[in-house]
């Protein structure tokens, strides 16, 4: 486990979500070369396979946002990289960033962060009171029809309008970018030609578009200070095991999720 305890203040932070994309599906993509930006960063070139923290997006994203990022799938209990302060906690320990506030969002503002959010899925979408939860924990926030699961170029451009905002930030301020990927989510369909229904297969060529544009944010943080990464997916998603469909459910492919962190040296 990184010691994100001692870079708070030193480095960027980015947390990337991939919106429901299943274990077995990323592996599948890596092994397969079609993800290389992530390829060339995972450590060890390989995904951690883990336990999301909630079966659906709202969900496991307030538990995120709270510091509980997937789970190694392993028995216990797991130290974290960041937490709240709140008594009795197992999985709070001498590595792990402690914030004395209700989320890790305002936690790292407290601490001279910027914080930023490009949203994908309708959870984030700023159209409705719910949509507005999970973007009002930032103090910047951006959505826009592009950005949504109904666009095919929609990793594209969060990732433009990511660089954009970074490259707008004085080098000196802390920045916590979080960025929800969408293009994972269904509809995957549009990725491959010819399909009628979702499938593993749809799904890996949506991240295989989405790992096309990822390079470009990887590299516009390389250009500042050194960043701590987290890439994960929120959840997974069924596509008919078991006779399960989508997700807010309990069963593996739901359960399952990819998950990496990594320190990227900038580049300055």
Do not use: K
């Not at 709140?86 to 989320?103: I, K, L, M």
């Not at 490009?118 to 926030?141: D, H, K, M, W």
């Not at 592009?146 to 660089?163: E, I, Y």
Request: with cysteine; net charge neutral.
């Amino acid at each position: 486990m990184i010691r994100a305890a001692d870079l708070v203040g030193t480095h960027d932070i980015l947390l990337v979500t991939l919106d429901s994309l299943r274990y077995d599906v990323a592996e599948a993509a890596l092994a397969a070369g079609r993800t290389p930006n992530l390829a060339r960063l995972l450590p060890g070139g390989a995904w951690e396979r883990r336990h999301a923290p909630g079966s659906f997006t709202y969900a496991a994203h307030q538990a995120i946002l709270a510091g509980f990022l997937p789970t190694p799938a392993a028995p216990g209990p797991h130290p974290r990289l960041f937490a709240l302060a709140f008594e009795g906690s197992r999985t709070t320990g001498p590595d792990t960033a402690v914030f004395d506030a209700p989320d890790i969002v305002s936690g790292l503002a407290g601490r001279g962060y910027h914080t930023l959010c490009i949203g994908g899925v309708g959870f984030f979408n700023q159209r409705t009171a719910l949509g507005r939860v999970l973007p009002g924990l930032f103090l910047e926030s951006h959505w826009r029809p592009g950005f949504g699961v109904q666009a095919r170029d929609s990793t594209g451009a969060q990732v433009g309008l990511a660089v954009e905002r970074i490259a707008a930030l004085p080098p000196e301020r802390r920045l916590f970018l979080f960025v929800n990927v969408s293009a994972t989510h269904a509809p995957t369909r549009h990725y491959r030609p010819g399909a009628r229904r979702e499938s593993p297969e749809t799904q890996e060529a949506a991240l295989a578009h989405a790992d096309g544009a990822l390079g470009a944010l990887f590299a516009a943080l390389g250009r500042r200070a050194p960043a701590l990464c987290i890439v994960c997916a929120d959840h997974g998603t069924a596509f008919g095991e078991d006779g399960y469909h989508g997700h807010r459910l309990a069963h593996p492919s739901v359960w399952d999720v990819p998950y990496a962190e990594f320190i990227l040296e900038g580049m300055r």
